[in-house]
């Protein structure tokens, strides 16, 4: 039988080097989840350019499926479609970026359509591209990630006495919801507003092109989001290593 091949979009999540000439590279394409591939020559010779193969390009792949099972699929031929240099250019973005891109090869499978999970990483990567914040993108990318694997914590009421939370809450990573001050005795990093859970609440659930709609301060998103983050390691059971390049 011949080898099958197939064409799709793409965005490089990751590359390992094999020897000199190969690389084993893992996309993430919009209707076949993550793919992995052997691919050749995956360096780029020409400085300060992006190669269609580099970390975070977005790019059109034809793929060879292998003919013996347990063999590797190939990478036959590449069109870049957007290098997103910018990323690359500030060191804080690029972190922000490889978060995304390890968060994301953690939690999708091979052959998982995940269509809504490649527009928020292409959303991501495009904002951060564009020149946008670190943590304004991380908090968006992390809140419709959880939503998404349909594992975002219960935000409206607490989970002790039911109550709807006006003022301020805590987060339990471990208890899935948030809890009054009154409600609980465990101590917690910070506490979530009321303002806090509006955020989160729209960042739920507004389209992608809405969210520019709301604007959140880069400290508040980073404070919502180290509040938030503990909740999505624990219920992920992955800590992405960008994050401490990120925060050290
Ligand atoms: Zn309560």
């Known amino acids: 039988m011949a080898a099958a091949t197939f064409n799709t979009e793409a965005v490089v999540l990751a590359s390992t080097a094999v020897g000199e000439e190969d690389g084993i590279i893992t996309f993430l394409t919009p209707g076949r989840g993550l793919l992995r591939a052997a691919a050749s020559s995956a360096r780029n010779l020409k400085k300060g350019r992006a190669a269609p193969l580099d970390l975070f390009v977005r790019t059109n792949l034809t793929v060879r499926t292998p003919v013996k099972e347990g063999k590797l699929k190939r990478v036959v031929s590449t069109t870049m479609i957007d290098p997103f240099l910018g990323i690359r250019s500030d060191y804080r973005r690029l972190c922000a970026a490889s978060y995304v891109g390890q968060t994301v090869a953690h939690c999708i499978q091979e052959d998982d359509p995940a269509e809504a999970t490649w527009d928020l990483v292409l959303y991501c990567l495009r904002k951060l591209d564009s020149g946008a914040a670190p943590y304004g993108v991380m908090l968006l990318f992390e ?28 987060l339990d990573p471990g208890r899935g919801g948030i809890f009054h001050r009154r409600c609980t005795s465990m101590e917690y990093r910070g506490v979530l507003t009321a303002g806090d859970l509006a955020i989160l609440g729209y960042l739920a659930k507004c389209d992608l092109d809405a969210v520019s709609r709301l604007s959140v301060r880069e400290e508040d998103a980073m404070r919502i989001f180290r509040i938030l983050h503990p909740f999505s390691v624990h219920h992920l059971g992955y800590e992405a290593k960008a994050l401490g390049m990120l925060e050290r």
């Not at 809140?143 to 809450?169: D, T």
């Open 143 to 170: 809140v419709k990630l959880l939503r998404q694997m349909g594992i975002l914590p219960e935000l409206k009421s607490c989970q002790k006495c039911g109550v709807e939370a006006g003022g301020e809450v805590f």
